[in-house]
């Protein structure tokens, strides 16, 4: 197994120990760890050029709202959406050099995406007009827009042809989970607290973002 899989993998499991135990010091090495050893893979594998430029522009992204979130997941919560907004911004872009072809299956794939998140995001949005906290509903809405064209994206190189297999099945997977990983937060912030949501969402995040990067590495390694 690759070096930099494996300490991707250590950096998450020790992220959760720290949220688990309330060790912040572990929090501040583990957390941002991850997606900086994911971006030296992805460095090393395949180079910054092309659509690997703009996941390694993703990740850098997703480590500057990993770094808001872990100093105040309230203070800083629109800064780091922020972050994560235009890392997903960058992964859309990345997945679409070049731009793929119409087909009949992009738009099952976006009915699926759509009818699931809205009644989710709904909820979600209900949840936030019960407590007066109006002013996030924008960005909410923006926010859960881009991370589902982010997944179409993902879920769309199951239909590429010029996609290795298992790579398809890495980074359409992992945007799943990242999705599932960003409703953990946004439940657990908004709607009502689950037991143990803040590990489970972040456990989640990181196993997406590990298996979105193993893919795209799959993909474009020479």
Same mark, same amino acid.
Do not use: C
């Given at each position: 197994?690759?070096?930099?899989?494996?300490?991707?993998?250590?950096?998450?499991?020790?992220? @959760?120990?720290?949220? &688990?135990?309330?060790?912040?010091?572990?929090?501040?090495?583990?957390?941002?760890?991850?997606?900086?050893?994911?971006?030296?893979?992805? &460095?090393?594998?395949?180079?910054?050029?092309?659509?690997?430029?703009?996941?390694?522009?993703?990740?850098?992204? @997703?480590?500057?709202?990993?770094?808001?979130?872990?100093?105040?997941?309230?203070?800083?919560?629109?800064?780091?959406?922020?972050?994560?907004?235009?890392?997903?911004?960058?992964?859309?872009?990345?997945?679409?050099?070049?731009?793929?072809?119409?087909?009949? &299956?992009?738009?099952?794939? !976006?009915?699926?995406?759509?009818?699931?998140? !809205?009644?989710?995001?709904?909820?979600?949005?209900?949840?936030?007009?019960?407590?007066?906290?109006?002013?996030?509903?924008?960005?909410?809405?923006?926010?859960?827009?881009?991370?589902?064209?982010?997944?179409?994206?993902?879920?769309?190189?199951?239909?590429?042809?010029? &996609?290795?297999?298992?790579?398809?099945?890495?980074?359409?997977?992992?945007?799943?989970?990242?999705?599932?990983?960003?409703?953990?937060?946004?439940?657990?912030?908004?709607? @009502?607290?689950?037991?143990?949501?803040?590990?489970?969402?972040? !456990?989640?995040?990181?196993?997406?973002?590990?298996?979105?990067?193993?893919?795209?590495?799959?993909?474009? !390694?020479?």
């Amino acid at each position: 197994m690759n070096i930099f899989l494996l300490l991707a993998i250590l950096f998450a499991a020790l992220e @959760s120990l720290a949220l &688990w135990k309330n060790w912040p010091r572990l929090e501040y090495i583990a957390k941002p760890g991850v997606v900086i050893v994911l971006f030296l893979w992805l &460095w090393t594998s395949v180079g910054l050029n092309g659509a690997s430029l703009w996941f390694g522009l993703g990740l850098i992204l @997703s480590a500057v709202g990993d770094v808001l979130l872990m100093i105040s997941l309230d203070r800083f919560f629109l800064f780091g959406l922020a972050a994560f907004l235009l890392a997903h911004v960058a992964y859309v872009i990345g997945f679409n050099i070049p731009l793929p072809e119409f087909s009949l &299956w992009g738009i099952v794939f !976006a009915v699926m995406v759509s009818l699931g998140g !809205a009644r989710i995001i709904r909820r979600i949005l209900d949840a936030l007009a019960s407590r007066g906290q109006t002013r996030m509903r924008t960005p909410i809405i923006v926010y859960s827009t881009v991370i589902s064209i982010m997944l179409l994206s993902a879920m769309m190189k199951l239909m590429d042809i010029s &996609w290795d297999a298992n790579a398809a099945l890495l980074v359409s997977g992992g945007a799943f989970v990242f999705y599932i990983s960003d409703i953990i937060l946004a439940w657990n912030k908004f709607v @009502s607290p689950i037991q143990q949501g803040r590990i489970y969402n972040i !456990a989640a995040y990181h196993l997406g973002q590990i298996m979105l990067i193993a893919g795209v590495i799959a993909q474009f !390694a020479v």
